[in-house]
């Protein structure tokens, strides 16, 4: 029954994706971050709908009317230049195979990034991405969050297997990007029974991530609380939600759950975060040794054995910066971390841009929230691999495409204000010209 459902959902759309290509990407945006196909038992399971959809949304690309420009920025151009620099370590890496599979996925998920960039080009299209992302990963922040409170918090909130979201740890780390981007649908709706099921959605999604029970999400549920705060316009609601949150996960959450959140101050006494330091030691090792990384995918036994303190504790490396130090050395961390600082000022420069114009307030509450969602990314990257998380890269396109909107109003409204300037010099003029107004010569009456 569900392989036939997401049968008919996409087929049944794709005539529609030929003839608007924006629904193809809030089509590949629940595809790929909701998974729904993962979660049948049939054909659909291993169909490639994600394939399916992006070519059909290129194709209403190409063929649309619509005027086609990539909005080349630092963070584009940047993106392009990982992305070359991520085939040159693949080139060289220890494992070249491995590391061409992997670029080739990461060359997928910034391809439909670019297709983003030029296919959602105003404030409705913008809008309808960030309520696809959130409805498709606030599917398991709601269904996560009933499901710790039934349970008391035994056990863990997972996603669909084989997917990017599949472990407790990842999926906590997409439920704590969600909250602000429904925080964000929340400020701009006016209906208050969908407002009040919004905030509903975030207090369950909070809860979900806490019952992960990834130590990785308390600290970044933390961070990103703070700076949903900070960030928030209406700082008392904000402030009362995150007190629920916490009086609820405080209520649930079991003794089991707490003692595992107390290890974290024991590190020495873990195997995993022991296994989790051996390996960032391990990236650091390479990327001193080698200027190019060791290239994707290249955490294995025998590159331990060469470059690890203790060759023989092999962990996955858990952190997105270590990720990117030991695949692709210091060069492709600059960059990385390049592409992030400064889509953080851009953010920061709508938000300021945008503070004393009415009209795009919600602007200055995406750029906000959009920062927010960074930090949680941020703060539980620094424990999670997810570097090439496709989440992470639209957070990036959002607010490139935001900047470009803000960027069109401040020229449309530039433009009027120049031709309301021209239109009343030319009155004057024109009054200062008629016979007796300071010409010189005397009026016709006289």
Same mark, same amino acid.
């Given at each position: 029954?569900?392989?036939?459902?997401?049968?008919?959902?996409?087929?049944?759309?794709?005539? @529609?994706?030929?003839?608007?290509?924006?629904?193809?990407?809030?089509?590949?945006?629940?595809?790929?971050?909701?998974?729904?196909?993962?979660?049948?038992?049939?054909? &659909?399971?291993?169909?490639?709908?994600?394939?399916?959809?992006?070519?059909?949304?290129?194709?209403?690309?190409?063929?649309?009317?619509?005027?086609?420009?990539?909005?080349?920025?630092?963070?584009?151009?940047?993106?392009?230049?990982?992305?070359?620099?991520?085939?040159?370590?693949?080139?060289? &890496?220890?494992?070249?195979?491995?590391?061409?599979?992997?670029?080739?996925?990461?060359?997928?998920?910034?391809?439909?990034?670019?297709?983003?960039?030029?296919?959602?080009?105003?404030?409705?299209?913008?809008?309808?991405?960030?309520?696809?992302?959130?409805?498709?990963?606030?599917?398991?922040?709601?269904?996560?969050?009933?499901?710790?409170?039934?349970?008391?918090?035994?056990?863990?909130?997972?996603?669909?297997?084989?997917?990017?979201?599949?472990?407790?740890?990842?999926?906590?780390?997409?439920?704590?990007?969600?909250?602000?981007?429904?925080?964000?649908?929340?400020? =701009?709706?006016?209906?208050?029974?969908?407002?009040?099921?919004?905030?509903?959605?975030?207090?369950?999604?909070?809860?979900?991530?806490?019952?992960?029970?990834?130590?990785?999400?308390?600290?970044?549920?933390?961070?990103?609380?703070?700076?949903?705060?900070?960030?928030?316009?209406?700082?008392?609601?904000?402030?009362?939600?995150?007190?629920? /949150?916490?009086?609820?996960?405080?209520?649930? @959450?079991? =003794?089991?759950?707490?003692?595992?959140?107390? *290890?974290?101050?024991?590190?020495?006494?873990?195997? *995993?975060?022991?296994?989790?330091?051996?390996?960032?030691?391990?990236?650091?090792?390479?990327?001193?040794?080698?200027?190019?990384?060791?290239?994707?995918?290249?955490?294995?036994? /025998?590159?331990?054995?060469?470059?690890?303190?203790?060759?023989?504790?092999?962990?996955?490396?858990?952190?997105?910066?270590?990720?990117?130090?030991?695949?692709?050395?210091?060069?492709?961390?600059?960059?990385?971390?390049?592409?992030?600082?400064?889509?953080?000022?851009?953010?920061? /420069?709508?938000?300021?841009?945008?503070?004393?114009?009415?009209?795009?307030?919600?602007?200055?509450?995406?750029?906000? @929230?959009?920062?927010?969602s960074m930090i949680g990314y941020g703060a539980c990257g620094a424990f999670l691999g997810l570097a090439y998380f496709d989440y992470y890269w639209h957070l990036v396109a959002i607010?490139?495409?935001?900047?470009?909107?803000?960027?069109?109003?401040?020229? *449309?409204?530039?433009?009027?204000?120049?031709?309301?300037?021209?239109?009343?010099?030319?009155?004057?003029?024109?009054?200062?010209?008629?016979?007796?107004?300071?010409?010189?010569?005397? /009026?016709?009456?006289?």
């Amino acid at each position: 029954m569900r392989d036939i459902f997401v049968a008919l959902v996409v087929f049944g759309l794709i005539p @529609m994706v030929l003839r608007r290509p924006q629904v193809g990407i809030y089509l590949w945006c629940w595809i790929s971050y909701m998974n729904p196909h993962r979660l049948a038992y049939g054909f &659909a399971m291993t169909f490639p709908w994600a394939y399916l959809i992006a070519i059909t949304t290129m194709l209403g690309m190409i063929f649309s009317k619509e005027p086609k420009r990539i909005p080349w920025t630092r963070e584009t151009i940047l993106m392009l230049i990982l992305l070359l620099w991520a085939a040159v370590t693949s080139y060289f &890496a220890f494992f070249p195979d491995l590391a061409w599979e992997g670029w080739i996925k990461f060359f997928k998920i910034l391809l439909m990034t670019f297709v983003t960039l030029v296919v959602i080009n105003n404030r409705e299209r913008l809008h309808g991405v960030v309520w696809m992302i959130a409805l498709s990963i606030g599917f398991y922040g709601i269904k996560g969050g009933i499901f710790t409170i039934v349970h008391g918090g035994v056990y863990r909130v997972q996603g669909p297997l084989g997917t990017f979201i599949g472990g407790n740890n990842e999926m906590a780390l997409a439920l704590i990007m969600t909250i602000p981007l429904i925080r964000y649908l929340h400020l =701009q709706e006016t209906r208050q029974w969908l407002k009040t099921g919004l905030m509903g959605a975030m207090l369950l999604t909070a809860i979900a991530a806490i019952g992960s029970q990834s130590r990785g999400a308390l600290v970044g549920i933390l961070a990103m609380g703070m700076f949903l705060w900070l960030k928030s316009r209406n700082k008392f609601m904000t402030a009362l939600l995150i007190v629920i /949150s916490v009086g609820a996960i405080a209520t649930i @959450m079991p =003794q089991e759950w707490r003692d595992r959140m107390h *290890s974290t101050k024991d590190y020495q006494e873990d195997a *995993s975060a022991l296994g989790r330091i051996n390996a960032w030691h391990t990236a650091f090792n390479v990327a001193k040794d080698r200027v190019t990384g060791g290239g994707i995918e290249m955490f294995r036994p /025998s590159v331990f054995r060469e470059y690890a303190p203790e060759p023989y504790r092999v962990h996955d490396v858990h952190s997105v910066y270590f990720e990117i130090i030991g695949e692709h050395g210091f060069i492709g961390f600059g960059i990385y971390m390049a592409i992030m600082g400064f889509t953080w000022l851009k953010a920061s /420069s709508i938000i300021r841009r945008s503070k004393r114009q009415p009209e795009l307030k919600w602007a200055r509450d995406l750029a906000a @929230m959009t920062q927010v969602s960074m930090i949680g990314y941020g703060a539980c990257g620094a424990f999670l691999g997810l570097a090439y998380f496709d989440y992470y890269w639209h957070l990036v396109a959002i607010i490139v495409i935001l900047d470009q909107l803000v960027r069109q109003r401040e020229t *449309s409204t530039a433009t009027v204000e120049a031709s309301g300037t021209v239109r009343s010099e030319e009155r004057e003029e024109g009054r200062l010209a008629m016979p007796g107004y300071g010409t010189g010569r005397p /009026s016709l009456r006289e």
